[in-house]
């Protein structure tokens, strides 16, 4: 029941395992996508000058980019697969379903009903969708889902943190991975395929960090 998260522990999780249900893909970025600017920023400020960014910098922008569109088209294949895995075993849908529970409970307290979030999130959504951008309460529900988002993607990561829930996470991942191979045996090749996308994106990662750093100011000698 709980949505993708991005670092590369949590998308296997929930790519491979099937254990999220992506509260905050398809509709609900699309809503949150439709948000205008923060309305007590100017209108200058709302829409900063961009740097000037060198050839080098643009050609690590368009490799982001198409490591990023080719991720997603193989998490959609894998996704497709993934499903026809559970319709074929009973057995991994029930784990996964008492995963989902184990994540359920380890990210509610006193204060926090994980379910009801996700599901008053859920319904924030379809509102949003259904109101005129003119409408002024929009902006305020798109910012209250923000800060809703936020606080249930924290708790999640959290929750993941716990051995128990990180040893059913990995046998689960581990199982569906096999059955989906058995399911469509080009499912090892998209995965290899995935694996080799996810590393390259993390060296363009690297390589902006070093980038940036290179470009910070040095500090004055004494």
């Known amino acids: 029941m709980f949505t993708q998260v991005k670092n590369r522990g949590f998308r296997q999780t929930a790519l491979a395992v099937g254990v999220v249900l992506g509260l905050m893909s398809g509709g609900v970025m699309a809503a949150d996508s439709a948000s205008a600017p923060d309305a007590n920023v100017p209108p200058a400020a709302a829409q900063p000058v961009m740097p000037t960014l060198s050839p080098e910098q643009m050609k690590m922008m368009t490799d982001f980019k198409q490591t ?58 379809t509102k949003i969708q259904a109101m005129p951008d003119s409408d002024p309460q929009k902006l305020k529900d798109i910012q209250t889902f923000r800060a809703g988002q936020q606080e249930f ?20 991942r581990t199982s569906v991975r096999a059955e989906m191979i058995k399911v469509d045996p080009k499912s090892k090749q998209l995965f290899v395929d995935l694996d080799a996308k996810e590393k390259h994106m993390r060296e363009l990662q690297q390589q902006a960090m070093q980038m940036h750093g290179a470009e910070q100011p040095m500090a004055p000698t004494k």
């Open 68 to 125: 990023r569109e080719a991720m997603d088209a193989l998490e959609q294949q894998l996704q497709g697969i993934e499903a026809k895995a559970y319709e074929k075993n009973p057995k991994l849908a029930k784990d996964r379903d008492g995963l989902r529970d184990a994540i359920k409970v380890a990210m509610s307290d006193k204060t926090f009903d994980a379910q009801a979030k996700y599901d008053e999130l859920k319904a924030l959504v």
């Open 153 to 172: 993607e924290q708790r999640q990561e959290k929750a993941f943190q716990d051995p128990k829930i990180q040893q059913k996470s990995e046998k689960l």
